[in-house]
């Protein structure tokens, strides 16, 4: 798998197809170039399919649609294609591209509530155009796509996902497969467009590669093969001076389990020291669960001073409650000056009494906290994860690392990272407190901060991968704590 992937934005697609069309010298081309892609697709993944249901729209989309179904039809294959009364084709390219289906001998029947008995199911009813919820009568039609008992082949996009930013305004179809044309796209990455898509596969339509070097890119997914460019293997004269001191502070009273579970990270992660600044009642149970970190009683920031001073980057907010010991905690952090992670209460303290941050300082919101430090609300935030994370990451100068399926890593004047790994299994308490201590821990080892929050991230959603191969139901943070070892080290020692 690449180690990168670059994410195309709708404006990006339009731009490259247009130019593609003109390049091959007929539109229709690149329609049927999409159209039998998509059928070889099916033939390869469902190929004892007889029976095809396509379901098309009125738009390219459903031009593509009609092409398969052409391709099917000469196969011998049974084919029934579906549309909406008011989804005739529309565009000059879907209209050619039925006028082929019929001319074959396919015929098109209007949708009536119900689908056909199928085998597969393709849908190819919107395309990456759609950015509002479907209607009440499309929503309907997509209802009776995912009630079916066949798999269901999405071209190009689900359709009623939004292909810029991963959103679901409304009805959307939850394919077994996706396969996006020509590049893939930025929104099928993050959000609730991953429960949508099934397994996502790219058709670049045997396309001039340098035509891609004439739009922006959008994002880049980051999957776990990154990993081995960020974190080599150590020479053979390393001391622990070289991986630098990560100094944990949370764990006011009752809270005492995030701060453990960040130091905990934050040594599995590499650094060559872990301090704790915390509450008197944790220690014992902290020294006991991890004797390597270092532990401090601080009641008040004068006693944080020292710790400040010797520390090369701090993590601040696990635990750390929003009461007047974290605030006061906080504030002598800040002034500081110190490489800087902040995290759930610090996120919420800022959020309550905004302030300038320090260069480079990494914030690491859910998308609660994001709504909080933005005025805004986690539904807000979730429809456009991208905009959301650009928009918090430019208000505070910072880098941004917006958790949640998808986790994305934004900066100002940055191109946004997409984490491609992760599972559902990491939904649960605690997880957030572990991400803290890896990407203090690899900041200290010496990356730049919008590297060292992508590469952290990555190795978080990694490790929960490996650690999910047991079972991601009742998966803890602290299962994670020896994958993270594990996958911190991908490259063997000889």
Request: charged share 15%; with cysteine.
């Amino acid at each position: 798998m690449p180690q990168t992937v670059a994410l195309y934005d709708t404006a990006a697609l339009r731009a490259l197809e247009q130019r593609a069309a003109q390049a091959l010298g007929d539109d229709f081309l690149l329609m049927q170039r999409a159209g039998r892609a998509a059928w070889r697709c099916l033939l390869a993944h469902w190929p004892q399919a007889q029976r095809i249901a396509v379901v098309c729209g009125p738009g390219n989309n459903g031009g593509d649609g009609y092409v398969l179904a052409t391709q099917a039809l000469a196969s011998g294959r049974q084919v029934q294609v579906l549309r909406l009364a008011g989804h005739a084709p529309r565009s000059a390219l879907a209209q050619r591209a039925h006028a082929d289906f019929e001319r074959a001998g396919g015929q098109v029947a209007v949708f009536q509530g119900a689908l056909p008995a199928a085998d597969v199911v393709v849908d190819a009813v919107f395309g990456i155009g759609l950015t509002r919820a479907p209607d009440a009568e499309c929503a309907a039609l997509i209802a009776a796509i995912n009630a079916g008992p066949a798999p269901v082949f999405a071209l190009d996009v689900p359709s009623g996902v939004d292909a810029d930013r991963g959103s679901v305004p409304g009805s959307a179809v939850r394919a077994a497969r996706t396969l996006q044309f020509i590049t893939p796209h930025r929104g099928l990455v993050t959000g609730a467009a991953l429960d949508r898509i099934g397994v996502a596969e790219i058709a670049p339509l045997e396309l001039d590669p340098a035509l891609l070097r004439s739009v922006p890119v959008a994002a880049e997914a980051w999957p776990a093969g990154a990993l081995g460019d960020w974190l080599p293997a150590r020479p053979r004269d390393s001391h622990k001076g070289d991986y630098g001191h990560v100094l944990c502070i949370g764990g006011d009273h009752g809270s005492g389990g995030a701060i453990v579970l960040c130091a905990q990270a934050a040594l599995r992660s590499g650094a060559g020291l872990v301090s704790v600044a915390t509450r008197r009642e944790h220690v014992t149970a902290l020294l006991a669960r991890q004797p390597e970190a270092m532990v401090h009683v601080v009641e008040t920031a004068a006693a944080l001073a020292p710790l400040l001073q010797r520390a090369d980057v701090v993590a601040i907010g696990p635990g750390l409650g929003q009461g007047g010991w974290g605030r006061e905690l906080l504030d002598a952090v800040l002034a500081a000056g110190k490489p800087l992670l902040l995290d759930a209460d610090a996120l919420n303290l800022l959020a309550a009494a905004p302030r300038a941050l320090p260069a480079d300082t990494i914030l690491t919101p859910h998308p609660g906290e994001a709504a909080r430090l933005l005025g805004s609300d986690s539904a807000r935030v979730q429809a456009d994860r991208y905009a959301a994370a650009q928009a918090l990451a430019e208000r505070h100068d910072c880098v941004v690392v917006l958790k949640g399926a998808g986790t994305l890593v934004a900066a100002p004047q940055r191109t946004p990272r997409a984490i491609a790994a992760g599972n559902p299994g990491m939904a649960v308490g605690g997880m957030g407190d572990l991400l803290s201590g890896v990407i203090a821990a690899l900041r200290a080892q010496g990356l730049a901060a919008f590297d060292v929050a992508a590469t952290g991230a990555l190795l978080h959603a990694v490790a929960g991968d490996v650690a999910a191969a047991a079972g991601e139901r009742g998966m803890l943070p602290s299962d994670l704590l020896p994958q993270l070892r594990r996958c911190a080290n991908p490259h063997p020692q000889a």
